[in-house]
């Protein structure tokens, strides 16, 4: 498998171009952390194609992206967010979103890899509970294992995960990251890192700041550094 190989120019009150190889072999996990306006989500959003680069180029197994339809590279990058929106209609078709043809079966499956398969049988009419106002009646760390089971049925090579957010209690956290730690086997990982819950599981830890790439290395070694990530990772600096 070649590279992804990212080069953009920073957007903000910053200006500059960074260079960040993402050598994928069989399966990784990519960390990117950092403190507020670092640039992660500019990264995320810049291998989506929600913008295009001003210099530089983005290529995805040796393809420039910009060669690539949107909808097939969108296709090929399963997308786990805090903010998870669900339409109305059942658990169920919520679920079958990230993949319109999977069936009943393949839904439940991809559920309880997701770890939401018990939350779901709890509800008055399981999968065939209706969703409405964006899935307001379900807490946030419900609708984020809903998000994770999307991806897990979708069954995409790349995944963007955001780390489970720290509004939800701490029981909940730990079955959204177990879900998420399942769904992350085998595959290449961009994890934007908000409370370093990943470390362990990482290959490479980036810390961003300003648009850039400032410290890049495993866990051990970014400790022994003693620079931003160390700081951030003893509560010297904040994330977001």
């Known amino acids: ?14 200006s500059g171009t960074e260079e960040i190889d993402f050598t994928r072999f069989e399966s990784g996990i990519f960390l990117i952390c950092g403190p507020t306006g670092a640039g992660k989500t500019t990264i995320t959003n810049l291998i989506n194609r929600f913008y ?7 290529t995805y ?7 690539i339809k949107k909808d097939d590279l969108r296709r090929s990058l399963g997308i786990v967010l805090q903010d998870t929106h669900l339409f109305t209609g059942t658990i169920r078709d919520n679920i079958r979103y990230g993949k319109s043809d999977a069936s009943d079966e393949e839904v439940i499956a991809a559920a309880k890899l997701a770890n939401a398969d018990t939350f779901i049988h709890y509800l008055e009419n399981g999968y065939d509970t ?48 177990d879900g998420m730690d ?5 595959r290449t990982v961009f ?11 990482s290959d490479v830890i980036m810390v961003m700041d300003q648009g850039r ?28």
């Open 182 to 186: 399942k769904l992350m086997e085998g």
């Open 61 to 67: 197994d040796g393809i420039d992206i910009k060669l």
């Open 191 to 201: 994890v934007i890192a908000h409370r370093l819950s990943t470390i362990r599981n």
């Open 1 to 14: 498998m070649k590279p992804i190989f990212l080069r953009f120019h920073a957007f903000g009150p910053y």
């Open 52 to 58: 295009d680069i001003q210099s530089g180029s983005i």
């Open 130 to 177: 209706v969703i409405t106002g964006d899935g307001a009646a379900l807490s946030q760390g419900q609708r984020q294992l809903l998000a994770i089971a999307r991806a897990a049925l979708a069954n995409s090579p790349v995944l963007i995960l955001d780390e489970a957010t720290s509004s939800i209690d701490s029981r909940t956290e730990k079955i959204v990251q």
């Open 213 to 240: 790439i400032i410290e890049r290395g495993n866990h051990e070694k970014l400790m022994q550094e003693k620079g931003t990530y160390y700081q951030l990772y003893t509560g010297g600096l904040e994330l977001d």
